[in-house]
Each structure stands twice: as C-alpha cells, then as structure tokens.
C-alpha cells in the first residue's frame, strides 16, 4: 500500500513538472510573438524591407542583464528561418538560449527584449551550429530603424546579424559583443514532444510542434512579412 501510494506521488510530480515545463515553452513563444508585434507597431521600429529579405528572426523577450558596461546575461528565446534556401514560408519555431557577452551600456540590473535578424543563410549556418558567438563567429551589427531607414547600408551587406532591442519602452539598435547563443534542446523536445535538431527544424520545416502555441510566433510573422510566402505561391500557381 505505501509503496503504491508513493509510486502515485511520484507519477503525479512528473506530470506536474511536465506541465509546468510546457507552461514556460509555450509562455516564451506567445512573449516573444507580443514582443515583435509591439516593436513592429511603433514608427521607430525595424524596417519591413529589412525582414522581407532576411533569412531569419529570433526573439528573445525579457533577457536579464546586469552590472556595469560589462556584465551577465541570459536569455531564453525562439527562432524561426524561411524554408527552401530562404525563399520558402517561416519554419516552425526552434527554441534557443543566449548567454554571456557585452550588449551596449549596461548601467544596473534589467530586462530587455531582443530581436536579432539573420539577413542570409551564412549567418542561418551559424545558428545551426552546437553554439556560435556573437561578433565572433558570426558578425553582428546595430540594426537601422524606422520605417524609412534604407535597407541598403553597409551594415546589411557586411553583417550576418542585425541586432534590435527594446528597454523600459525605448527600441534602437545595438552592439553585441561576446554573447554566446546555442539551441536550447529540451525546449524543443517539450515543443515538438521528441529530440530534433535545428537543421531539420529551420531547414525542412519539420516536423510540426506538438504544442498548439508553436504556431504562435509563426502566425506572427506571416502577419508582418509573407511577401516571400505570397511569391511563392503565386509561381506555383503559374507552373
């Protein structure tokens, strides 16, 4: 009897802790999809020409951050990249993590959101590396805002990554330095209900999540850029 009954709470626990897990995945997608509606609401935000031509978007929402110019960082967020070599519609999201680094003036401890945009598929390589770091293995720049700001800088032709971020309401560009970002792999086992890869993710747009909230940040994106995914459908129609 004892043993059956603690057999019970031990079955209980898990299950407990296994929604409590697909609790805080899928509270991370429906953040970071407000997150990029909010930014992509206001004037000063990131230029649409900019991700109708990018190859990626990631969003990590409320990033924690403190100290003095230099300090710690972690961040939990989402990533999703254009299918068929960047021409296709959005992938279902793959989740990731974000640590360490240098990321414009820190003054005291805060939370910020970020959005990094992935112009091309040399910097989407980089994503599906075990881990890459910022401004090292992949080249990062201050971002351009404002709905007039022209695509066509230096910073989009030479950086692989346009960097974003929003503090206590103000959204600008950014440095990022040093910032380590790697798959967060138990996340995606929660999302998808097994172990996938990035690759097979953000490459193949496989398979599909096994959470309804995976569609979420999808959604979004589809809303603020599918000119991609309409080109795309209007040459299927013509062939």
């Given amino acids: 009897m004892k043993k059956a009954l603690l057999l019970a709470l031990a079955c209980a626990t ?15 997608l429906v953040k970071s999809a407000v997150v990029l509606r909010e930014i992509m609401d206001i004037q000063e935000g990131i230029p649409k020409d900019l991700l109708d031509k990018c190859a990626c978007v990631a969003v990590i929402p409320s990033m924690k951050k403190g100290g003095f110019v230099f300090g710690a960082n972690y961040g939990k967020g989402a990533l999703s990249c254009r299918t ?30 970020l959005v990094f945009v992935v112009m091309n598929l040399s910097g989407l390589e980089s994503l599906l590396d075990s881990q890459f770091t910022l401004g090292g293995d992949a080249s990062v720049a201050a971002g351009p805002v404002g709905r007039t700001a022209a695509a066509e800088t230096d910073a989009w032709m030479s950086a692989k990554i346009l960097a974003y971020s929003r503090s206590r309401g103000l959204f600008a560009g950014m440095v990022v330095k040093g910032g380590v970002v790697r798959p967060d792999r138990d996340a995606n086992h929660i999302l998808f209900g097994k172990p996938v890869s990035p690759r097979e993710v953000l490459l193949q747009g496989n398979p599909e999540p096994a959470m309804r909230d995976g569609q979420i940040l999808i959604d979004e994106l589809n809303k603020i850029s599918p000119a991609k995914v309409k080109t795309q ?6 062939h």
């Fill in 84 to 113: 068929k070599a960047g021409e296709g519609p959005w992938s279902p999201p793959s989740m990731l993590l974000l640590t360490g680094g240098s990321f414009g003036l820190q003054i005291g401890a805060q939370a910020v959101d």
């Fill in 233 to 238: 459908t209007a040459e299927s129609q013509r």
């Fill in 14 to 28: 898990t299950q407990v802790s296994q929604a409590d897990d697909q609790s805080a995945v899928g509270d991370r």
